[in-house]
């Protein structure tokens, strides 16, 4: 039974990250992703140059047309948001159409190392803690675990390299685990990344090679991946070994050849490795 999904983000025309790459994965792992675009843009916002037209208006507008048309959906997935006023819409999107039986995954994104993305405030945060609260599925990655549960993040990464480092890491989710799935994604630990999944109280952490340097997009990537994967009937942790192991397929793929960070990860053609 196709599964129908509706995918919040940004519309990026470069950066093979967002809308671009949630659309195609979901699609690929036979699901149908229903787009909420937040905004378009040429480019995502780590080139030097590009253009955005905020769609934040527009928003409400597909939330009502799709209320008209007694829309419902098997999946909520969500992630950018340029605009504070663009979670208020998130969280409607969830009253409005949120089942029991709907996966609700947020991918918290405010920020990375350890500092907030240009824009974003301690008022959107704050919204986004809210919004947090009510998924199934949370995929934060180190720094926005930190926001979330209001820690600091250096104080946190001063014990990279040790050996409890996912240990102390692990109990400063758990209370974000409490009824629901984590997943700290991308926490590097000398030559790895570690994803560390908590569900139902177990823990584990699927490590992989580090390779490269960093690259737009993979966290949208891992968040549709994850949706996908669960939405087939596939546990968390199975889930985020599928998407950890397609994004090293894609990052060893794209390493091979000079490459900017900034153009993404070449996940097009390992979309084949997705699929039933």
Request: hydrophobic share 40%.
């Amino acid at each position: 039974m196709i599964k129908t999904v509706a995918v919040v983000n940004d519309l990026s025309s470069f950066g093979n990250c967002s809308l671009t790459a949630a659309v195609a994965i979901l699609a690929a792992m036979g699901h149908r992703p229903c787009p909420l675009p937040t905004a378009v843009l040429s480019a995502q916002s780590e080139f030097p140059s590009f253009y955005e037209k905020d769609l934040t208006a527009s928003m409400p507008h597909y939330l009502d047309a799709w209320e008209a048309n007694h829309e419902r959906f098997d999946g909520i997935c969500t992630g950018y948001f340029a605009r504070g006023g663009q979670l208020d819409h998130a969280a409607a999107l969830l009253t409005r159409f949120r089942r029991d039986s709907t996966l609700t995954l947020v991918d918290p994104v405010m920020g990375d190392g350890g500092a907030l993305y240009p824009g974003y405030d301690r008022s959107a945060c704050a919204k986004m803690k809210e919004l947090a609260a009510r998924a199934d599925v949370l995929t934060p990655n180190l720094t926005e675990l930190c926001l979330l549960t209001g820690e600091n993040y250096r104080a946190v990464t001063a014990h990279r390299g040790e050996a409890d480092y996912f240990e102390r890491i692990a109990t400063l989710a758990l209370p974000l685990a409490a009824g629901r799935g984590v997943i700290v994604t991308g926490v590097a630990d000398g030559g790895e990344i570690g994803n560390l999944v908590l569900s139902g109280g177990e823990r584990r952490v699927i490590r992989t090679k580090r390779m490269g340097g960093r690259f737009s997009g993979t966290g949208d990537i891992f968040a549709a991946v994850v949706c996908g994967s669960m939405l087939r009937g596939d546990t968390l942790f199975t889930a985020a070994e599928t998407a950890a192991r397609f994004i090293g397929q894609a990052i060893a793929d794209t390493v091979q050849s000079p490459h900017l960070g900034r153009y993404g990860v070449n996940y097009e053609k390992f979309l084949g490795n997705l699929t039933r």
